[in-house]
Nanobody
Framework: QVQLVESGGGLVQPGGSLRLSCVAH????????MGWYRQAPGKERELVAM???????TYADSVRGRFDLSRGSAETTVNLQMNNLESDDTAVYSC??????????????WGQGTQVTVSS
């Protein structure tokens, strides 16, 4: 059973920084995509940033230039460095991974979500 374990998040003032980390635990053959989505109250869930197995990174227009997604030492870890945070960044951030398990089945796995609040 693969699980995504998230860390980071919390309360920060506008202009501040936070770092989110996500680690995939379990028996994994390969990670096809891994990254972060977010959902603000009353809004649809949206992609924040995603990295593919080839290292291609996609950012939401609203965060490009402020957020930086990177892999850890293993492809099963991603880190999201969030700088110059704005009140509109307030949301529950959830890690997502598309991966291949030992049966060759592609699975879509979600983390439990972590709250990011940007407020003075």
């Amino acid at each position: 059973q693969v699980q995504l374990v998230e860390s980071g998040g919390g309360l920060v003032q506008p202009g501040g920084s936070l770092r989110l980390s996500c680690v995939a635990h379990g028996v994994i053959v390969s990670v096809l995509k891994m990254g972060w989505y977010r959902q603000a109250p009353g809004k649809e869930r949206e992609l924040v940033a995603m990295i593919t197995t080839r290292g291609t990174i996609t950012y939401a227009d609203s965060v490009r230039g402020r957020f930086d997604l990177s892999r850890g030492s293993a492809e099963t870890t991603v880190n999201l460095q969030m700088n110059n945070l704005e009140s509109d960044d307030t949301a529950v951030y959830s890690c997502h991974a598309e991966l291949v398990d030992t049966l060759g089945i592609v699975q879509n796995i979600w983390g439990q979500g972590t709250q990011v609040t940007v407020s003075s």
